[in-house]
Nanobody
């Protein structure tokens, strides 16, 4: 099994920044791609960004140019730097991992418990 623990959520004003962190532990060898998803009330969970074990990244169109995902394989950590935050970014953000090379909207196998991000206008 793989355990994922997020940290770094909170309340921020529009235009501000937050950095989310995710620590992975357990059977690390079973995961390849990692990423961040989010879910706002009444909405489906959606992929925000993904990163392969080699550092290749992919982003949802609604965060391109504002969010940056990064990964430290030596520390089993993945990060999401969120800049220029908007009220519509308000959601619970989940760290996820997959045995697939590239994470997408459907292939996450392991999930963190989620961390709340609230952006006030």
């Amino acid at each position: 099994q793989v355990q994922l623990v997020e940290s770094g959520g909170g309340l921020v004003q529009a235009g501000g920044s937050l950095r989310l962190s995710c620590a992975a532990s357990g059977r690390i060898v079973s995961i390849s791609a990692m990423g961040w998803y989010r879910q706002a009330p009444g909405n489906e969970r959606e992929l925000v960004a993904g990163v392969t074990s080699g550092g290749m990244t992919n982003y949802a169109d609604f965060v391109k140019g504002r969010f940056t995902i990064s990964r430290d394989n030596a520390k089993n950590m993945v990060y999401l730097q969120m800049n220029s935050l908007k009220p519509e970014d308000t959601a619970v953000y989940y760290c996820a991992a997959s045995g697939a090379r590239i994470i997408n909207a459907r292939n996450a196998e392991y999930w963190g418990q989620g961390t709340q991000v609230t952006v006030s206008s």
